[in-house]
């Protein structure tokens, strides 16, 4: 038996407002797809939100709607201490609600999104090629264009060309089992998450199972469910990527190197427990963005420092500055 999704948020007692607000909201919007969210308010400025484990399609549509749309981007538009407000209440609160439902999403995903209204689902978002093709079969899925066998086996037919291509095998050679590439992909850190090598070998099962014609009814939910998750993953690599390449930002008029995670100096006189646990820390891949050590943040990541103030990026006034210079112009 599935269980009831259950979430809490404790928001910083200036922000009391707006996290009522933003769950009225919420659950107006939800009631459209029947899906009943409860809240409760404890006397310590707990919220407790509540949706029951039957209503669990519904809270997918729900969820699919409101970030397509750009739902959530809108409502923060109109929000006063929007970037307070996106932080420390909406992102919580959905990343909590993907993740009773997906796998694969990383926070920092769902924060630019809600920041920018990143233009997901219209196509045209992703920089890189592969990625580009999957939201063209993506558009063809939704627009039941094709079958989600048909879908199925493009996918697969994508991903085998996505990991050969990273994995640079020569073209024309016989190329290895789609579980042995897989394997390899994941060895060279291009799917670096079990989840992600699940999703992939999960997609080839389906369409090697299709291959007897009798098993070519898949569930459409079981397909949305996987072009979902397909679609995290790949926006996931697109940022990656574009990270990497962003080695210096711009403050101030003056240009600066950008701390890799791993690289961050420690504060002097910090005690040695500080310099153990972080080590300690930093072997494991990011908590916000899901980098690994020496490598670039993910846009708008919460653990990335600013070269210049050593602050918080995301939020340090060396930004806020060079955003108020940008909306100035
Ligand atoms: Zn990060
Ligand atoms: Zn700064």
Redesign the pocket.
């Known amino acids: 038996m599935p269980s009831d999704t259950e979430l809490t948020l404790t928001p910083p007692a200036y922000l009391y407002q707006d996290a009522r607000r933003f769950l009225r909201f919420l659950r107006v919007a939800a009631q459209k797809h029947s899906v009943t969210v409860t809240v409760s308010i404890s006397t310590a400025g707990t919220f407790r939100l509540s949706i029951p484990a039957n209503q669990s399609a519904g809270l997918d549509a729900f969820l699919q709607e409101i970030t397509f749309q750009h739902g959530l981007y809108y409502y923060l538009c109109a929000a006063s201490n929007r970037r307070d407000v996106a932080r420390l209440i909406v992102k919580p609160i959905i990343e909590g609600l993907l993740h009773s439902q997906y796998d694969v999403a990383y926070p920092v995903q769902i924060q630019k999104h809600l920041l920018e209204g990143t233009p997901d689902w219209a196509g045209g978002a992703f920089l890189e090629g592969t990625a580009q093709q999957y939201e063209i079969l993506l558009q063809k899925h939704k627009l039941k264009m094709i079958t989600p066998y048909e879908f199925v086996r493009d996918l697969d037919d994508l991903l085998t060309e996505f990991m050969l291509q990273q994995l640079e095998h020569p073209k024309g050679q016989q190329s290895p089992k789609f579980n042995v590439l897989v394997g390899m992909c994941g060895q060279k850190d291009v799917l670096r998450t079990k989840e992600a090598r699940k999703l992939f070998n999960r997609v080839h099962s389906l369409r090697t199972k299709g291959l007897h014609r009798l098993e070519r009814e898949i569930p459409d939910s079981e397909v949305t469910e996987i072009a979902q998750e397909v679609y995290y993953l790949f926006q996931w690599l697109d940022d990656y990527w574009r990270a990497q390449d962003e080695k210096t930002v711009l403050?101030s008029g003056r240009k600066y190197r950008r701390i890799r995670y791993g690289k961050e100096p420690i504060p002097k006189g910090a005690p040695i427990d500080f310099r153990t646990l972080w080590e300690e820390l930093i072997t494991r891949p990011c908590g916000d963005c899901g980098v690994i050590q020496g490598e670039l943040h993910l846009d708008g990541c919460d653990l990335e420092r600013?070269p210049?103030?050593?602050?918080q990026?995301m939020c340090?006034?060396?930004?806020l500055t060079q955003d108020d210079l940008r909306n100035a112009e």
Do not use: A, V
Not at 308 to 311: A, E, F, T, V
């Open positions: 403050l600013c210049r103030c050593g602050g990026f340090c006034e060396c930004r």
